[in-house]
């Protein structure tokens, strides 16, 4: 593919190659500045030059225009046509056209002519910021590309290229011949040559010429600017444009991700030998052996190619990365070990032992120091210090400094590998991820890599001068104050750790390629970075273990036995406050939730001792706590019960500071009721029309009377039965009574009102529709809202003037209905000694009602 470096024109007018065809007509422009300068003399005698707009046609109609030019106080003046310049030119301005349009025959003219030309976009941003109108040599429309540098490549038609160079000079970018450090953007039409490699190496965007047009379209917007990421984003040259991959030796899952994968980064794939593919892909690990010979214009390369272009977001160089046979003599010589199909089969298997146990010796990752104990009298092959007598309690402390060793070498690998480079700053590509989510990932882990480098170092002198008083729990000892401050952090996110990661993988395809190739290095052992980060979850269990092992092997009189001990029980009371640290941050996480998905949720539910308890979906039977027939949920806490509506409008998502987008709130808060407003728990006996209904009589501070919550419970995982003990539970404790079982009370539906019956019917819900219908007309034709003292005034006076008179139809049975209620109330109980009557004051009936029940 040819270079595109030459640019140069038959006409001067036309020759854009570089900004240095014009550096003739600047350097002329600044020695007469410079003239002018330096003699005061001819300063004074040479009249004033000053600037001046003149609106060409339609600009001269814009009156946002003629503000901004008042703003920055520069005079103008309007011109129809090109004849009127004549009239208007004159040695004592300097003339500026504004043209709305850069593609008409006036601006033509204008150009030819040699005259500043502007657009509209620069005396508004102007104006905007406050600043002086800039001088250009060239026509310049917008500067929407100003201070940026552009170099082009690939390019094989001279029109294209003219038409792009001559929109970046309009909107005031700088364009270079040759590829060099101060160059900001590489526009490519390939991704071949020497400018795109280079461009590659130092991570220089590289872009469609796209994005010079989509830039020139938004010409007329403010405060736009083409170097934008979100915009330029959109127009950067894929890693595997103009690529045709195929890929050998990977599992159906894996190969299916990687189609995906080129896909979504600009290129195609096709099977295995076809002749039309740019690249082989191997799997290294696997395949010893091409199937065929491939051709020159094909590239084999490992798996890291692949992953390292996706990461640098962009098309990596193939030669660092080329696929070669394992073809080298010590794996000959290893298969020929390996092959026991020989008469001399016993010799074979003698060598082949020997083999493996050099291989053993050679991967062995003992992290001991070659120096000898004291207690030694010789050392083992690999300098491993060991005692004469190799006794049960050494044998366990070496496991012990094995491990941590071990354990340490993985928290290194985790920061070195993963944490460290995703923290560079000046990323090829950009960050891979943002702030947050590296801390959310990574956590606490250098912290935790300090405290336990710090035990290995101790461990080890321990193993090196090693005898048998010496103590190993004081070791543990002296940081269990830092396991405490380390530990939790970590341990009790780990899970939103996990989380993340695995968003961002799906989410990131460049954090996916890190991974992958990360996860391909040797120091990973292939494991995950989840798989990783697990470690130390487990680890604290594990040390615990061998503690206890090694105290088995103390003897009693060895010092070191209490001091275990001691040791043992400091892990524990690590691992319990983990623990307890995790549940509370999990029962603080779920508090979190109910407010998110609660609509109006009050903010004092947000509290320390309080945790949730669990959540029940029920139906309203009644008019309390909203209509009947609504879906309600209860999210009962250790203190509290928070009920919830199911939202008729769902509002719009949630954005967090970061970006974090979640679900729109689904529920509406009621009411936040604490659990000593509940005086009994009702459950209502299952009949033929009333199933799996319970109740709750409640009595309010600021309300005179009792009032009576019915519901039907929806869900299925939790029972009736489980669920009214667990509520009695809480009030009882809520309430400081032993006797939870006295709070429960069985009762017929029918002494409440209380039944399920048609709750789903279709005629059940348009009653309900109406219904809410009914009250969103009211709400809307109603031009004063009642006060609530005023309606209860209302309603005692209205009370008052019944008590006169006998009773109607209508007033007997609400009477009824709430004689049931009081006869609940005046049911003795502990809870219950002083509660007055439902309704004591309507009428002498309910009295009579309520003593005969009692």
Not at 289 to 312: A, D, H, N, R
Request: some cysteine; hydrophobic content about 35%.
């Amino acid at each position: 593919m040819a270079e595109n470096s030459a640019l140069t024109s038959t006409t001067g007018s036309t020759s854009l190659a570089d900004s240095s065809i014009f550096d003739s007509k600047v350097t002329e422009t600044s020695k007469e500045n410079l003239f002018i300068g330096s003699t005061s003399y001819v300063e004074e005698e040479m009249p004033q030059i000053e600037t001046r707009i003149i609106l060409v046609q339609e600009a001269g109609k814009q009156e946002e225009l003629i503000k901004a030019l008042k703003e920055i106080k520069v005079p103008f003046v309007k011109m129809e046509s090109v004849e009127e310049f004549k009239s208007l030119d004159s040695p004592e301005f300097e003339n500026v056209f504004i043209i709305m349009d850069f593609q008409d025959s006036v601006f033509n003219e204008l150009y030819k002519t040699d005259c500043r030309v502007i657009g509209p976009p620069v005396v508004l941003n102007c104006a905007q910021k406050g600043e002086p109108l800039p001088f250009s040599c060239r026509p310049l429309y917008c500067t929407s590309m100003m201070n940026l540098v552009l170099c082009f490549t690939g390019f094989r038609k001279k029109e294209e290229l003219v038409r792009l160079v001559t929109l970046v000079h309009h909107m005031g970018g700088v364009i270079r011949k040759d590829f060099n450090s101060k160059v900001t953007h590489l526009v490519a039409n390939c991704t071949q040559g020497e400018k795109f490699r280079i461009a590659v190496s130092l991570g220089t965007p590289i872009m469609k010429p796209e994005w010079i047009y989509k830039a020139w379209e938004r010409r007329n917007e403010q405060d736009f600017c083409a170097s934008f990421d979100e915009f330029r984003n959109e127009f950067k040259v894929p890693p595997f444009q103009d690529c045709i991959l195929s890929f050998l030796g990977f599992s159906d899952e894996e190969k299916t991700n990687m189609e995906e994968m080129t896909e979504m980064q600009g290129g195609n794939y096709l099977p295995v030998g076809d002749e039309r593919c740019t690249h082989l892909i191997v799997e290294e690990n696997i395949v010893k052996e091409l199937p065929f010979e491939p051709s020159k214009k094909l590239y084999v390369v490992k798996q890291e190619w692949f992953w390292g272009s996706i990461q640098m977001d962009a098309r990596a160089g193939e030669t660092m990365y080329l696929y070669e046979k394992a073809n080298t003599p010590e794996l000959k010589k290893s298969v020929s070990l390996l092959s026991l199909s020989t008469p001399n089969s016993n010799r074979k298997r003698r060598r082949l032992k020997e083999t493996l146990a050099q291989l053993s010796r050679e991967t062995d990752m003992s992290p001991f120091p070659p120096q000898t104990p004291k207690s030694c009298t010789k050392s083992s092959k690999n300098s491993t210090p060991v005692p004469s007598k190799q006794s049960a309690r050494w044998q366990v402390a070496r496991e012990l400094y094995q491990t941590e060793s071990n354990y340490v070498n993985i928290l290194a690998t985790i920061i070195q590998l993963f944490q460290v480079p995703l923290e560079e700053e000046g990323q090829r590509g950009g960050p891979i991820l943002a702030p947050e989510e590296i801390k959310t990932i990574f956590g606490s882990i250098p912290d935790i890599f300090d405290v336990h480098t710090k035990i290995k170092d101790d461990l080890e002198d321990l193993i090196v001068n090693w005898d048998e008083s010496k103590s190993i729990g004081d070791i543990f000892l002296k940081y269990s104050k830092d396991l405490v401050k380390t530990y939790p952090p970590f341990v009790n996110f780990f899970e939103m750790s996990k989380e993340t990661i695995i968003k961002c993988e799906k989410q990131k395809p460049r954090f996916h390629a890190f991974l992958k190739i990360n996860q391909a290095k040797p120091e990973c052992g292939r494991q995950s970075l989840v798989e990783l980060l697990i470690r130390p979850v487990q680890r604290l269990p594990s040390v615990a273990l061998l503690l206890n092992d090694l105290k088995k092997h103390t003897a009693e009189e060895n010092p070191d036995k209490s001091t275990l001990e001691k040791a043992i029980g400091s892990l524990k009371e690590v691992m319990t406050h983990i623990n307890e640290d995790k549940r509370k941050t999990e029962a603080q996480k779920q508090i979190f939730d109910v407010v998110y998905e609660v609509d109006g949720c009050p903010a004092n539910l947000l509290s320390s001792h309080r945790s949730l308890v669990q959540r029940v979906e029920t139906v309203s039977l009644g008019e309390h706590p909203c209509d009947r027939g609504e879906q309600v949920t209860l999210f009962l806490f250790n203190d509290c019960l928070e009920i919830a509506r199911k939202r008729h409008k769902v509002i719009g998502t949630f954005r967090s500071p970061h970006g974090q987008t979640r679900p729109p709130a689904s529920l509406k808060h009621i009411h936040l009721m604490p659990l000593s407003q509940i005086k009994k728990v009702l459950d209502i006996r299952e009949t033929e029309d009333c199933h799996n209904a319970f109740a709750l009589l409640v009595r309010p501070p600021t309300e005179q009377a009792n009032v009576l919550l019915s519901f039907q419970m929806t869900s299925e995982e939790l029972p009736k039965e489980n669920w009214l003990k667990m509520l009695c539970r809480h009030v009882a404790n809520t309430i400081c009574k032993a006797d939870a079982e006295n709070l429960i009370y069985t009762a017929d539906p029918e002494s409440f009102e209380v039944n399920t019956k048609d709750m789903d019917s279709t005629l059940s819900r348009a009653s309900r529709a109406i219904k809410k219908t009914s009250k969103k007309v009211t709400r809307a034709f109603s031009f004063s809202k009642t006060p609530k003292r005023a309606l209860r005034r209302a309603l005692m006076t209205s009370q008052s003037s019944v008590e006169g008179r006998s009773p109607s139809s209508n007033d007997k049975h609400v009477m009824s209905r709430l004689s049931s209620t009081s006869s609940l109330a005046g049911i003795p109980s502990p809870s219950l000694v002083s509660l007055p009557s439902f309704f004591e004051r309507r009428s002498h009936t309910l009295s009579r009602s309520t003593t005969h029940l009692i």
